[in-house]
T-cell receptor, first 116, second 113 residues
Framework: KQEVTQIPAALSVPEGENLVLNCSFTDSAIYNLQWFRQDPGKGLTSLLLIQSSQREQTSGRLNASLDKSSGRSTLYIAASQPGDSATYLCAVNWTPQVGANSKLTFGKGITLSVRP | DTAVSQTPKYLVTQMGNDKSIKCEQNLGHDTMYWYKQDSKKFLKIMFSYNNKELIINETVPNRFSPKSPDKAHLNLHINSLELGDSAVYFC????????????FGPGTRLTVT
């Protein structure tokens, strides 16, 4: 069964700390992996998309890495700020680039709180 | 603004009623999706449409009927609402069918009383 796991469910850190959010998935034959941010009562904002052929993607203070063989992705947030407080969701697409049944399978998310 | 939009943002209704949620994307994408986020915040796909054609139906009760009048719109109609239908429903779109980046709407919080 294809599943995505994010542990821990919640994390609280002081401002300024560099932190790593983990995502693990069964079945290493993924096509891509997407990291999202969800603020309370809001929709999902796409942060980074990593294709299966890539090892990492960077956007500002965010860096996402992918290790297919071990079934893991990490989202690295540098110099965390209170504004980074949100739920971070990892989602995997196991379906091919072209074809039917394309869908994202989500983890349950990590709720991050950055304390001033 | 280019985006995925949904209406309404909040919907409160009684059991047994029929309601609809509308979704529109102006990104020029071919593929649209409906996801459900339950009370435990777990997101799961319900439907996927590509160029107005149903591609995925993830064993959703047939009380839920998506309709796509054109490729920019994907509406969700729910008949005979039940308490368990209370959730946040998200619409999303991607450039085309397949493993493309998905863009999400702001969600519709449905509460069934």
């Amino acid at each position: 069964k294809q599943e995505v796991t994010q542990i821990p469910a919640a994390l609280s850190v002081p401002e300024g700390e560099n932190l790593v959010l983990n995502c693990s998935f069964t079945d290493s034959a993924i096509y891509n992996l997407q990291w999202f941010r969800q603020d309370p009562g809001k929709g999902l904002t796409s942060l980074l998309l990593i294709q299966s052929s890539q090892r990492e993607q960077t956007s500002g203070r965010l860096n996402a890495s992918l290790d297919k063989s071990s079934g893991r992705s990490t989202l690295y947030i540098a110099a965390s700020q209170p504004g980074d407080s949100a739920t971070y969701l990892c989602a995997v697409n196991w379906t091919p680039q072209v074809g039917a049944n394309s869908k994202l399978t989500f983890g349950k998310g990590i709720t991050l709180s950055v304390r001033p | 603004d280019t985006a995925v939009s949904q209406t309404p943002k909040y919907l409160v209704t009684q059991m047994g009623n029929d309601k609809s949620i509308k979704c529109e994307q102006n990104l020029g994408h071919d593929t649209m999706y409906w996801y459900k986020q339950d009370s435990k915040k777990f997101l799961k796909i319900m439907f996927s449409y590509n160029n107005k054609e149903l591609i995925i139906n993830e064993t959703v009760p047939n009380r839920f009927s998506p309709k796509s009048p054109d490729k920019a719109h994907l509406n969700l109609h729910i008949n005979s609402l039940e308490l368990g239908d209370s959730a946040v429903y998200f619409c999303a779109s991607s450039q085309r069918q397949g493993a493309y980046e998905q863009y999400f709407g702001p969600g519709t919080r449905l509460t069934v009383t």
